[in-house]
């Protein structure tokens, strides 16, 4: 029988964190329990360094300092077959190294479940047909990749991420080249797909307003090594978020709750 009183193990967490990308310090000393269930975005200026922290998290670049951890093991011990099968990671821009149609593109997502050699299964390929589905992209599946459009690109590697079927999503700007629709509607739906799955999910924006509208938990990165983290209550303020950008804002209200206008 299971502890009732044993605490669950975070899908990702990291302490003591430093990490540096050139001459910018992104962070130190930080630390991060990314819970199943949960939505996380991170927001801070121009170069301080979201991307290099998200990459990080996924293993992709060491930090200087600390230990990362995955299903409460170190990252850095981990397999990349294995670690592809619980992380999955949407880049700010995807270079397509060989031609391919959208459907072979998507089921890249399967890669890290079959041995060499192994092709995909029925299953696999209906998977695949779903996630397109998901993202607006029913139809797409006979399409050469390099005709779609920016953001239905996009949209692709969404698909793909689906197919993946990670533990935690890793979205570097996935609004890139999405139009207002899919900016808000699509990510709303991949945020409820995830809580609804146990899953978590974890971007790095620069819209504050869409980061209100679809996170439960943030990280301000400051660009000199700090860090401001916690719940959208606690990080949300437009104390915080003129400090961030340096710019006075003007907190108005939405149905969907606070946003935030430069004045």
Known sequence: MAD?????????????????????CVTRAFSLDIEAGQCWCVLGRNGAGKTTLLRTLAGLHPPDAGVILLDGQPIDTLKRPHIARRLGVLFQEHQDLFPATVLESVLAGRHPYLHAWQRESPADIERARQALAFVDLSGFEQRPLHTLSGGERRRAGIA?????DPALFLLDEPTNHLDLHHRTRLLEALRDHVRGQGKALFMVLHDINLAARLADHLVLL?????AITGTRAQVLTTGNLERLYGHELE?????????????
């Open 160 to 164: 793909t991420l689906l197919t993946q």
């Open 251 to 263: 907190q108005v209200g939405t149905r969907h709750g606070p946003a935030w206008l430069p004045t």
């Open 4 to 24: 009732p009183g044993r605490q669950s193990v975070p899908l990702l967490g990291c302490s003591g964190l430093d990490i540096t990308i050139g001459r910018v």
């Open 222 to 226: 400051t660009g000199d090594g700090g």
